[in-house]
Nanobody
Framework: QVQLVESGGGLVQAGGSLRLSCVAS????????MGWFRRAPGKEREFVSA????????DYADSVKGRFTISRDNAKNTVYLQMNSLKPEDTAVYYC???????????????????WGQGTQVTVSS
């Protein structure tokens, strides 16, 4: 079993930055591809970004490409999401997710992930 705990959310003005962190515990973190998803009020949860187990591949939703950067530190069992140039439409609960294997299959979909954190709120004011 893997436990994921997110942190780093908060309230920020448009144009500002936040860095989310997700610490994993329970099993070998380095075997898992990891992702970030978000759920805005009244909307379904959507893919934001993903990173392969080695960090050699990253992917982003079009809406965040060029503004968000995903990274991981396997020595610290942590994955990060650096969010710059934030917009009010980025307001959402952000979830960290882990795949049960390193295949990176369905990295863009909830069905590709087995483990989920509780989420951290990000609010961007205009």
């Amino acid at each position: 079993q893997v436990q994921l705990v997110e942190s780093g959310g908060g309230l920020v003005q448009a144009g500002g930055s936040l860095r989310l962190s997700c610490v994993a515990s329970g099993r070998t973190f380095t075997n898992y591809a990891m992702g970030w998803f978000r759920r805005a009020p009244g909307k379904e949860r959507e893919f934001v970004s993903a990173i392969s187990w080695s960090g050699g591949r990253t992917d982003y939703a079009d809406s965040v490409k060029g503004r968000f950067t995903i990274s991981r530190d396997n020595a610290k069992n942590t994955v990060y999401l650096q969010m710059n140039s934030l917009k009010p439409e980025d307001t959402a609960v952000y979830y960290c997710a882990g795949q049960s294997g390193g295949s990176y299959a369905y990295y863009y979909s909830e069905i590709g992930y087995t483990y989920w954190g509780q989420g951290t709120q990000v609010t961007v004011s205009s």
